[in-house]
């Protein structure tokens, strides 16, 4: 059974709100959701909702969407990255967008959406990205809100299909609230309008955003060879005299 994902929710400090987009996710089988604040979700959700059709409450993550219209903008050594589950850059510019796609090391490259991009895609960088496992996000709540961004969605997502072929794609809401939410099948039709085939828009919400999810926890233990953990024995004990483990 596929699980099926959105990789981006926007976070509010209304807890009710935030409450209702949760559980509205949860109603409609996304069984993870990633709300862009370092805080634990348990501080901000007493309990989380059961996903429909599954035993188990739905799966929060943390996520930072860095919007880059300079180069100094994204820090790849920044302590405060490490505290977020997913990285993701919004690049405004060409370069940048090059940039992200050849050198940062990030999980998403958001498309912009909301207005038409000041530039065309080519192939060499956004085949680089799909080489080095980065994927492209396209949001579509912002279609739902305004007839003009809904010219602009369709515009630059056609535009990135035509160059990556539906490769690497995740459809996500970057919804603010529980009405601009969609179920994965009517999604699945968004992605068809974009330019997805019909298996590349169901892998668009979820194989994909799993991949998404692999990548990050590669990113964080130097490509899946290295994990490192905090001990918990006491400094400065023998290590003899140490808790063994089984």
Excluded: W
């Amino acid at each position: 059974m596929s699980v099926f994902m959105d990789l981006n929710l926007s976070f509010t400090a209304d807890k009710r709100v935030l409450q209702s987009l949760v559980e509205t996710a949860a109603h409609l089988c996304l069984c993870l959701q990633e709300i862009p604040t370092p805080t634990p979700i348990n501080k901000l959700i007493d309990r989380l909702p059961i996903v429909q059709g599954r035993s188990r409450p739905i799966r929060v993550l943390n996520r930072l969407t860095v919007v880059m219209s300079d180069s100094s903008h994204f820090r790849p050594n920044a302590v405060e990255y490490r505290s977020f589950d997913l990285l993701a850059v919004r690049p405004t510019t060409e370069k940048l967008f090059h940039a992200a796609c050849m050198l940062y090391d990030v999980d998403i490259i958001c498309i912009c959406v909301t207005e038409k991009l000041p530039f065309f895609f080519k192939r060499a960088p956004v085949s680089g990205a799909v080489d080095r496992g980065v994927a492209f996000e396209v949001s579509y709540s912002a279609a739902i809100r305004d007839a003009s961004m809904r010219r602009y969605t369709i515009a630059n997502a056609l535009s990135l299909m035509d160059t990556c072929k539906g490769k690497n794609v995740i459809l996500s809401s970057a919804a603010e609230k529980a009405l601009e939410l969609r179920g994965p099948y009517d999604i699945t039709n968004l992605g068809l309008l974009f330019g997805l085939s019909d298996g590349d828009a169901k892998e668009a919400v979820s194989s994909t955003c799993r991949s998404v999810l692999l990548h990050a926890e590669s990113r964080k233990t130097a490509s899946g060879v290295i994990y490192t953990v905090k001990s918990s024995s006491e400094p400065g004990t023998p290590a003899a005299k140490r808790a063994k483990t089984t």
